[in-house]
Each structure stands twice: as C-alpha cells, then as structure tokens.
C-alpha cells in the first residue's frame, strides 16, 4: 500500500465527517474494508472517529445546527459564545468590488473582516463558485463558523429578466407578478443569493423622480396587494429550502415621496397622509411575511429613516409587529452625518438604537460601536437584539443547518433562463404593455414594407431596463429582431436608427455609468434623421421605437423634463412629416409628456422596458397575437408644471372646473387643465368593453357586513381581450378631507368576442374606513358613491347609503 493510494481516500474522509453530510459516509467504508488489511482499517476507523468526534465536537460550539435545539435555544447558546466584536461583526453588510456599488464607498479589507467574524453578510456578488469560496471562509475560519447572508438587487429577474417593475405592475396581475417573482428567487437561490433587496414598495406620485420605475405606481391598494404577492413569491411557503430566498423591502420609508421629485431629498409629511397614502404596502409587507426590511435615505419630519425611532420601532416593529431584521441602505449610516446629526459614532449610535440592525457599507457599526457601548452611549442589549435578529434570519434560512444548500453549481446552471422562464417574462412583458391610443392602425398585419426606425430599436442594453444586475443584455432579443422574426417570409423590414437617444453629452456620461446605453452615430443628426426619411418613405407602415435609455430612470436619474428627448422629438417630427401611418412604440421608465405623440401618432404603445423577450413580446402585440391589456399604475401628466400628480387627490375647497369657463378662484392653472393625459388605470384594448350599471346586493346596508357590486362588462369588440375593471369609493362626508376617490378593488378578466360577464366587487366596512386625525381606522355612516369602470376617469357609478 503505497502512500498514493491512502492519500486520496484521507483527503475524501475530512468533508464527509461533517455533520452535514454524514450519509456519505458509508460507501467509504466499504472501500477501506476491501483495500486495507484489518489493522490499518481498524487505525482509520478509530482515527475517523476522533476525527469525527472533534468536529462533531467543534460543531456544538460553531454555527452549526444540532437538531435537538429549537431555533431559540440554538441562537441563546450561540450568543452566549460570541464576543462583542462577534456581536458587533453580525450587523456588518458588505459589498464585493465589482458588484454593484451604488453609493461612493467601499468596505475595506473584506476578508480580514470575514475571517475575524466581522461581517454578517455580503452582497453584490452571484457567481456561485466564489460565494461558496467565501461561505467557506467564513464557515471554516472563523471562531465561531457562522455563515453569510449573500444579498443582491434581484428587482426585476435575476438571469431572465422581466419587465420593469412599473411594467409589472401596469399588468394588474398579482398572480403573474407572484410568479415572476418566484422565477426571480429560483434563479437568484441557484446562484447562491439568499437574500434579495426587493419588493420596492415606495407610493411614488412624482414622475420627476427615476426611482419610480422600480415600483408599483401611485395607489396604495394596488400596491399593497403587488408587495404581497412579491414577498410571497420570493419567500414561497417555506425560507429554508434550497430555491427560496428572503425578500428585503424598501425604502422604508416614503422614499417616493422627496421634495420635487429629486433624489434622496427630504420628505416632510403629516401622519395622517403616511398612514393613508404611503404606509400601506410596507404593511402588507410585513403581514405577508417578509424577512427584512432596507431603510431609505431620506429623512422624515427632520429625522432621517436609517435614525428615526418611531419609524423603525415603534410603527415598525411595535405597531405592525414585524419580526425580521432592518438593514440600512448604501451608506446611509455614515450619511446620517451629511444630515447634520452628528459625529461618526454618534450617527453609528443613533442608527442602532433607532432600530437599523444592520448597516450596508460604511463600516461604522464595526469600528464605533464598541467604543459608543463602553461610553454608555448603547446599550449590550441594542447590540444583542440586532445581532440575534441577524441569526434568526440566517436560521430561518436554513444557513445554520447548511451553509452551502444554495451553493450547488449544477443546479446554477440548470436552473438559468430556462424555456419556461422565458415564456413567462413573454407574458408578463405582454401583460405590461399599455396602449395609449390606436385609431384602428393596430394590430398590423405582418405584410408589406415596414420600416422600424428608432435608436432604442434595436438596442440591447437598453431592453433590460435599470437594475438587471445579473441578466446579460446580449441574451435580449431586440423589437427589431422581434419584428424580423415575426414577418419573416410576409414582410420586408428596414432599419434605421434616426438619432441618438440623445445629443446630450453631459446626460449621456451620467447614464453610460454601467454600461454603454446611449450610443453616438459617427453620422451627423441630419444625416441620421435623412436616413430614416429615405426609409419611411419607401415603405408602407413606420414603426418608432423611441424613448427613455434603460438608466434614465432607476437609481439617481431625477429629470426636469419628463419628455421624449430632443434629438428624438426632431426624428419623430420629420417622420410624421412623410405622411406614413406612424406606430410609436414607446420605452419609458416613467411616465411622460406625450401631448405631441398623443397628436400625431397613429398609435402608442408603452411597453416600457420589456426585459430579455422584448423583441417576441413586442412583435405578438403589434401584429395582434396578444391583445394589449395594461393599464397605468401612474398618472401620466400633460406637463411637467402639473407634477405631482395623481388621481386620488383631495378635492380642496375650491374645485376646479373641468369645463374652464373663465371663472377665477379655482384650484387649477390658468395655462392648463388640472386633468393628466392619460389617467390612472387608463390602457385601451384592440377590443372594445362595455359596462352596464352597476347592480348592488343592498342599496341600504347597515352595521359590519359586507354587500357585492355588481357590473355587467360585455367585449363588443372583435377580438377577444382582458379587461381589468377597477373599483373605486368615494366618501362625500367625512371627519377629514377625503381624495375624491380610492380604488378598493381590481379584477382582470378575459372575454371572447360577444362575450359578458357579472363581475361582483365585495365591499366591506373596511373599504369604507380611512384614518382620522388620531390615526383612528374606522368608518362612518352615511352615503358613499361606488364607481366601477375601466380607468380612474371612465366609471359607472351609484350611491349608497350604509348605516352604521
Ligand atoms: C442603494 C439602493 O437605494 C437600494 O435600493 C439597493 O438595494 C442598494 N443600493 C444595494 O445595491
């Protein structure tokens, strides 16, 4: 027996004693009985067992898990062993460089923090080779050997990549969002990420702000149900399996709602309107389960989120019972300074007793909070409290019990932007797009010369949108492609590209931060602009691909304007100008001013950033396979003088006057109407949907019961299609102002041509309840007027009188 031939099977011995792995033992030892003589085997066999006794031995005083704890008793006993710096090192977050770094600092010397228990988690990495090369450093060399949390931005897909995520929402579809929400945490677990920073949850009601593309749009309602349905697909039923990852819910809180629309600013806001408006989809949240929570950068009523108290405790934790764990965001800890609140390790103080348990790059918790506790500026129970929220998750995660169950790189692999994936981002991207106008142009039909014209046509980098972290653009599919493949063997199709997305250097730097969004043409604009006249006038139908890069909206991408930029207003003008029927395909992550295009297009489909099936999904809508059924989930202003805006607004004491008769006085601009372009829950249809009255199960109700509204919606169209109804209250007579509506309620439904349906809306007391100046739910007797229809502007209506 030769030492060659022992090695190999020692070097195989030391994983397999590990408490994680012990059914692997027993082919072993049939190989040592046949290959060795009785001694040697009976050596080994007892070396094993030291073995095995020392790190089962070491197990009991590591992180990982004995089965005959509960998770209580297990973490008790684990602090128990832990320093201060132990402690301490379990609320340090880190990014990896090269990740995504999205603030101006880095943490230093990452594995000297690891080694040492000096970090809780990491984030902003996904190959899961390397986070199983530095799970195992932590496992392996630290005292204690308990594992990372891996975290990353998986807001909208993680390899497939789905619509934006204000696309998802325009779907109305909390079913589908569930699922590509699922999808995202399959593909993110697979790649190691146990932990991702999403849902976004921010009431955004301020189109100047880009961050509004990461969320759900204006409504409360609507966006409690879409932050449920999120944390639910991620999280599915059960956190410590293998394909289930811990959902983060941002930016707690009234990140949405900054002066101006400008990123990071203040926010200066009554309770009432926080507890009415803004505070609902973080509720749902929690209610939902979520796991984690991010604070915002912003301050409220001069305190900021990462430091203010009664957010993060008292309504939080206190009032809404949340059990999981708050980190902060980017840097917000060490910002808090900026805020004027004080010294590095006052600001690293304040955070923790607020209630941030965790603090995401800056490194102040690691290097403060020691000294703050010995100075009686915190307190050891602040310090055990977020640390053992930190281990309940890692628990809840099933980290404890294997540290590697998300780290198996055939599964990666497999698992990655399968065909059942892709299918679903088609549909979902299909459910988002939202037909602004049609005078009958569309659906096209897949023949003759089409010229697709545009510089957002035929771009990948932009079809994925802001924040696809993990996705490769060069996986997308382009409208251009879309449409070639389409009318392959029907149609010709010519493209030109007709201008830049922009001429603006200074914008176009900021936007080509991460990748190179914004392309310049070695042609000049004219000679662009000459091209793509030449094409259109050779062909039969145009369609104009034009917009937004992916990144003019997302993180710190405020704007002025909120229009189609100049160098592409120019093209579309000189375009329309042919004479040619004129498709204008719209990619935005916000919402624009569209007055010229609402004018002269023949039609606008808004299909936002559709993701990586962009070019099929695009293609199935305009040449009619898939009726378009999104609706807008934010108001879409005629000018940006008008913003803020949205559709549930008070009515104040003067109401305007829609008709504008001249009169003065009103509460309305004397250059332009109050009313938006395109109002919430507007999206037209290939079809066309009829409503009849509404029917209710009692006109007079009293006391707590629940009544159903019903409408009779019939296509009258030629095409089947879905519907989304919408339910919406108003509540003439309260103790506080009211908004002149609220949606209470959606479905969508689908409808052949000629087809009806009753579709019942059950209303309950709780509709009827808004908070009071006490912050007190509940409802009054009295008349109520119950609007169902197809947009905020468009419903049928009755009154009601309901009891108490
Ligand atoms: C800053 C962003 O505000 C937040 O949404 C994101 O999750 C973190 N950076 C981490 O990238």
Redesign the pocket.
């Known amino acids: 027996m030769s030492k060659k031939n022992l090695n190999p099977g020692l070097r195989t011995i030391q994983p397999l004693c590990s408490p994680l792995s012990l059914t692997a033992f027993r082919p072993l030892k049939l190989t040592f009985t046949y290959r060795y003589n009785r001694h040697i085997t009976y050596i080994l066999a007892a070396l094993l067992l030291c073995l095995c006794i020392v790190k089962s031995g070491r197990s009991q005083s590591t992180g990982a898990q004995p089965a005959h704890l509960t998770a209580q008793q297990f973490i008790d006993q684990l602090l128990q062993k832990m320093t201060l710096e132990e402690k301490i090192g379990q609320l340090n977050l880190s ?1 990896m460089s090269g990740g ?1 770094v ?2 101006t600092t880095m943490s230093a010397d990452i594995v000297t923090h690891i080694k040492s228990g000096r970090m809780g988690g990491i ?2 990495i996904w190959d899961p080779a390397e986070i199983r090369k530095i799970q195992q450093l932590a496992v392996d060399s630290s005292r204690l050997h308990i594992p990372l949390l891996f ?1 990353l ?1 998986v807001i909208h897909g993680h390899k497939t990549i789905f619509p934006v995520p204000l696309a998802l929402a325009s779907s109305w579809d909390t079913a589908l969002i569930r699922k590509a929400a699922r999808v995202a945490g399959i593909e993110a677990s697979a790649d190691g990420i146990n932990w991702v ?1 999403s849902p ?1 949850v921010d009431i955004a009601r301020d189109p100047r702000w880009g ?1 509004v593309v ?1 969320g759900a749009g204006e409504d409360p309602f609507l966006g409690s149900q879409i932050a449920a349905a999120m944390v639910k697909g991620y999280q599915g039923d059960d956190l410590s399996l293998s394909n289930t990852v811990m959902a ?1 819910v ?2 707690f809180a009234l990140y949405g709602a900054g002066v101006a629309g400008r990123e990071y600013n203040s926010v200066d806001m009554s309770r009432l309107q926080m507890y009415q408006y803004y505070l609902p989809p973080y509720k749902a949240a929690v209610d939902a389960g979520a796991g984690s929570f ?1 604070t ?2 912003n301050d409220i009523n001069g305190m900021p989120a990462t430091a203010n108290h009664w957010l993060l405790t008292d309504l939080l934790r206190g009032e809404w019972g949340f059990k999981g764990f708050i980190t902060s ?2 840097g917000s800890v060490s910002e808090l300074a900026n805020h004027g609140l004080g010294t590095p390790a006052q600001v690293a103080a304040l955070a923790l007793k607020a209630g941030t348990d965790m603090e ?1 790059v800056g490194d102040l918790y690691i290097n403060t909070l020691k000294q703050s506790l010995e100075s009686h500026k915190i307190t050891l129970a602040e310090i055990n409290s977020s640390c053992r929220r930190i281990l309940e998750a890692k628990y809840r995660l099933g980290l404890f019990k294997d540290p590697y169950h998300y780290l198996d790189l055939k599964r990666s692999k497999k698992l990655e932007m399968t065909p059942e994936h892709l299918e679903l981002a088609k549909e979902a991207a299909t459910n988002s797009f939202v037909l602004l106008k049609n005078d009958g142009i569309l659906p096209l039909k897949p023949t003759g010369k089409i010229a697709v014209i545009g510089p957002l046509a035929d771009s990948k980098e932009n079809m994925v949108g802001a924040w696809n972290i993990a996705g490769d653009p060069q996986q997308c599919v382009t409208i251009v492609e879309g449409i070639k493949n389409f009318v392959a063997g029907d149609g010709t199709v010519t493209f030109q590209k007709g201008a830049n997305i922009t001429d603006d250097s200074l914008l176009r730097k900021r936007v080509n931060t991460f990748k190179k969004e914004i392309t310049t043409d070695p042609r000049s604009a004219e000679e662009m602009i000459r091209d793509a006249v030449k094409s259109a006038e050779n062909a039969d139908v145009i369609i104009a691909v034009v917009g937004e890069a992916a990144d003019m909206t997302g ?1 710190s991408a405020s704007r002025t304007e909120i229009n189609i930029p100049s160098s592409q207003q120019r093209l579309l003008k000189a375009l329309r100008k042919t004479g040619k029927p004129m498709v204008m395909v719209l990619m935005n992550g916000r919402p624009l001013t569209l007055n010229w295009a609402d004018k002269h297009a023949n039609a606008l489909l808004d299909v936002w950033f559709p993701g990586t099936t962009a070019g099929p999904a695009v293609a199935d809508v305009l040449f009619g396979q898939v009726n378009p059924s999104g609706k807008l989930t934010m108001s879409f202003p005629r000018s940006v003088g008008q913003v803020p805006i949205y559709y549930n607004h008070k009515s104040t004491g003067r109401p305007f006057d829609e008709q504008k008769d001249g009169s003065k006085f009103k509460s309305d601009y004397l250059d332009q109407s109050n009313l938006p372009l395109y109002p919430f829950g507007y999206g037209l249809s290939y079809t066309k949907f009829s409503y009849g009255p509404i029917k209710v199960s009692d006109q007079h109700p009293k006391g707590n019961q629940t009544i159903t509204a019903t409408v009779k919606v019939t296509n009258t169209g030629k095409y089947r299609g879905k519907e989304t109804l919408q339910c919406y209250l108003t509540d003439p007579v309260a103790r506080v102002t009211r908004s002149v509506q609220d949606l209470i309620g959606f479905k969508k439904i689908s409808l052949a041509p000629g087809e009806s349906r009753e579709v019942p809306f059950e209303i309950s007391t709780r509709s009827l309840s808004y908070y009071d100046e006490d912050l007190h739910f509940g409802w009054d007797p009295g008349a109520f007027i119950i609007r169902i229809g197809t947009n905020s502007r468009d419903t049928e209506s009755i009154k009601i009188d309901w009891e108490k």
Request: proline fraction near 0%.
């Open positions: 990014v995504a999205t603030g984030f902003g975290g931005d920073y976004m961050r990461e983060c941002k930016h991010m915002s950068f965001d980017y995401m993180e």
